[in-house]
């Protein structure tokens, strides 16, 4: 057991180790692949909140993912808006909708908070469609700009426009660090702890003195704003936008990689990404040489899904607060109290 | 022009509660949202097509084949992906549906292509799209005339089977406790697939009745109609019978006229937005009651 864990840490460090230096090793193709997969996992990353810190299943991610984006878009193709200042507007915005979408479904849970989400995803491609004078519907918006670094406003003569992939993974490879700190220290945090105790029993939870409505209401508004900060940086870096983008499936990959990975894991949402992303990729390449669209991909996934719920619950790298003993010992109260209640 | 919109509501209103009907019937015996009720809706229109096109069945035995099919396709799907999770954590039972739904939406892909495609205009026959008969300003053609007696039908016999047959009333005790069920000497896995099959039959025919009134259909029909069915139960109270018959009318009509009325880029929207505005002014829908949390 514990050479076995060494081992896996020993290659967890390898990877880390050469990261920095994949855009120097291979193509740009893997190098795209690799943004592609740092972007899912800050959405996955970002996701993860609501599932698994507070046990709340949001299928209508991606619908804070499209407004990060066409927020970026918008601005920075209409009001040449640098892209450091479009991000905090951005994720305000998204955090704003969070909340807004999660005011009304406090006092809901399971079912029908999942599937008043996916409404709202729906929702949101049908607006991103139909308002085609704000985001040139069905059309799609090209030509967004590049990220730049622009010192002039500083006096000082100095601008680097990103233009290759490179740039791009580098700040990609921050955004993620940064977000998976964020998301570690907020788990081991009180505010962690207040999710973790939602997401066990609620009820249990509010008789403890946890303020649900502003606990839940903060997740909704950290998990969304995370959800617009990809989705301002895959407007820059793809420099093109369509609604279509943001569909049920988007959400439905997304959910694929924390349930994958362990819903409640910070590191299993990474890992959950890479692995799908990859997979992707993969089938990109096979099922065109049996005839098949790419699309059917999602069957893959489908299936993928179905297995873990069967045979791996937890996904593959359970959140350790499921297995450690004091969850046991709540588990076992819990279960106790509910043969009680029923009885 | 009004009563004629009213009147086309209805019948796409008559369609979402048979689907609706088979959401409900299952959300009301295991608590589950089965979101690949949608896909079974699908294929049971593709199938029926294909039965027509490939082996030259007449529509109707086709249908009540692709209808039988489907009922076994329900079954299966209870107990290949949901059976085993009956004891898991419901967030476990939700992903694997809409994996579920997933899977099948792509097989169909597979086999029947990604593209629409047209309901066999031979196989229909002559007297459905001409006027049966005008009541007023409303005129009514025959295919609509075909589907308000067959879905009346079907609702009538729905609603006799759960009320009168030993089955029926073993599904009743069932969503009312299902350990004090199981207790009373009720076979609780066998209704729960009787639940299944007689609401993918159900879907099926609903499935095949749209693609023949809107002459189309594809791969991807079921999500849409699997989400404003399923706003249609919860309209009504999720787990009522009746409920979602009512629900599912309501909202039909409400659609055609919103599309006819309001805006018809938003009409899809406008079931999410029913849905939504249900689940958050009256959770226990129309005709639910109102229970309280389940510990």
């Given amino acids: 057991m514990s050479g076995k864990s060494t081992a896996l840490k020993l290659l967890g460090l390898g990877v880390l180790l050469a990261f920095p230096f994949i855009p120097f090793l291979s193509s740009e193709y893997v190098v795209h692949v690799a943004v592609l997969i740092m972007v899912y996992a800050v959405l996955a990353m970002g996701l993860n909140v609501l599932p698994g810190f507070c046990n709340l299943l949001d299928l209508g991610y991606v619908g804070f993912y499209g407004i ?7 601005l920075s193709l209409n009001y040449d808006m640098s892209f450091w200042i479009v991000v905090p507007l951005a994720a305000a915005l998204g955090a704003l909708c969070g909340v807004l979408r999660g005011a009304p479904t406090l006092r809901l849970s399971g079912d029908y908070f999942a599937i008043v989400t996916f409404g709202f995803t729906e929702l949101v491609v049908l607006f991103l469609t139909n308002e085609i004078w704000l985001t040139r519907g069905p059309l799609g918006m090209p030509g967004i700009p590049p990220i730049d670094i622009n010192l002039t406003w500083l006096g000082i003569d100095w601008r680097y426009d990103f233009l290759s992939e490179t740039p791009y993974y580098y700040l990609g490879l921050l955004m993620v660090a940064f977000v998976y700190v964020v998301m570690c220290r907020i788990e081991d945090s009180r505010l962690g702890r207040a999710w973790l105790a939602i997401k066990e029993d609620p009820l249990a939870a509010a008789s403890c003195g946890i303020n649900l409505m502003v606990y839940k209401s903060v997740a909704f508004a950290f998990s969304a704003a995370v959800g617009a900060l990809a ?61 098949l669209p790419t699309e ?21 790298f359970p959140a350790i607060a499921a297995t450690s003993k004091k969850s046991r010992l709540i588990m076992d109260l819990k279960a106790r109290l509910q043969t009680e209640r029923a009885g | 022009m009004f009563e004629q919109q009213l009147f086309n509501g209805l019948t796409l209103g008559l369609i979402y509660a048979l689907i609706a009907v088979g959401y409900t019937m299952v959300y009301g015996v295991i608590e589950l949202i089965n979101f690949a009720h949608g896909e079974v809706y699908m294929f049971g229109a593709f199938l029926c097509v294909t039965f027509i096109n490939s082996l030259g069945v007449p529509l109707f035995p086709a249908m009540v084949l692709a209808m039988a099919l489907c009922a076994l ?26 994996g579920v739904s997933i899977f099948l939406q792509n097989i169909a892909m597979i086999i029947w292509g990604s593209r629409p495609a047209p309901f066999p205009r031979a196989a229909v026959p002559q007297y459905f799209s001409e006027q049966a008969f005008t009541l007023g300003s409303v005129s009514v053609s025959g295919l609509q005339l075909f589907i308000y007696v067959l879905t009346t039908a079907m609702m009538i016999g729905l609603t006799l089977i759960i009320n009168k047959t030993k089955v029926g009333t073993a599904m009743r005790a069932l969503a009312q406790n299902a350990t004090a069920a199981a207790l009373m000497g009720i076979n609780v896995n066998r209704v729960i697939a009787f639940t299944f099959a007689l609401g993918s039959s159900l879907g099926a025919a609903a499935g095949i009745l749209v693609a023949m009134y809107y002459n189309t259909m594809s791969a991807t029909m079921g999500y849409n109609a699997g989400v404003k069915a399923f706003a249609a139960a919860v309209l009504g109270g999720i787990g009522s019978v009746p409920g979602a018959m009512l629900g599912g009318v309501v909202l039909g009509v409400a659609e055609t006229l919103g599309a006819g009325y309001v805006s018809s880029q938003y009409r899809d929207g406008l079931g999410y937005a029913v849905m939504i505005a249900v689940i958050l002014l009256r959770p226990s829908g129309l005709l639910g009651k109102s229970v309280g949390q389940k510990a």
């Fill in chain 1, 68 to 74: 990060g984006a066409y927020t970026a878009g918008i």
């Fill in chain 1, 296 to 316: 059917t991909r999602f069957l893959a996934y489908g299936l993928l899904m179905i297995l873990i719920m069967r045979f791996k619950p937890g996904g593959f």
């Fill in chain 2, 73 to 98: 396709m329900g079954v299966s799907i209870d107990h290949i992906a949901y059976k085993p999770l009956r004891k898991a954590p419901r967030l476990a039972a939700l992903i694997t549906a809409i």
């Fill in chain 1, 231 to 291: 989705g301002c940086f895959m407007a820059r870096w793809s420099m093109f936008l369509a609604p279509d983008v943001f569909k049920f499936w988007e959400s439905f990959l997304v959910l694929c990689m924390i349930v994958l990975g362990g819903l409640g894991n910070i590191k299993g949402a990474i890992v959950g990404s890479i692995v799908l992303i990859a997979l992707g990729e993969v089938l990109r390449v096979v099922l065109p040489h049996f005839g």
